[in-house]
């Protein structure tokens, strides 16, 4: 929820995770630990959030991130969106990447984009404990 009287902007939050198999509940184990770290290490609301655009690679087809999400409290009326991945040959498989649109309170200074388990490879320098300084 907005406060009043602090100053806010929009900011972007990028992320992504790997998922062990093409199963319903490896997904889910997946998306919910990417959000619990979202919200957590972000101290984010999902009040605050204006949209997610979830992507996946080819391989996973047997849920929406969405539709995991949209589970979560207060998820269930963030706008989101589950697209497929463009497959390059040689890419990381069984990952699902996210891409957060947020207010958060200008004095936020830090941004903690997650990528976890295997697609840390992807962005190495976003990943825990390092932090992403907003100007």
């Known amino acids: ?23 319903v509940e490896a997904m889910r184990e997946a998306v919910m630990e990417m959000l619990d770290e979202l919200e957590l290490r ?7 959030i204006i949209s997610v655009t979830f992507t996946v690679t080819r391989d996973l087809n047997a849920i929406f991130p969405a539709a995991i999400a949209r589970q979560r409290p207060l998820w269930d009326h963030v706008p989101m969106l589950d697209v497929q991945q463009m497959h390059v040959e040689g890419s990381l498989e069984r990952c699902i990447r996210l891409l ?36």
């Open 42 to 48: 972000n101290q984010l609301a999902p009040t605050n």
């Open 100 to 135: 957060v649109h947020a207010n958060l309170p200008a004095s936020h200074v830090y941004i903690w984009h997650p990528y976890l388990r295997a697609a840390k490879s992807l962005r190495p320098d976003w990943s825990l404990p390092q932090h992403s300084v907003l100007r």
């Open 1 to 23: 929820m907005k406060e009043v009287g602090v100053e806010w902007r929009i900011r972007a939050i990028r992320g992504a995770i790997t998922v062990s198999e093409n199963t």
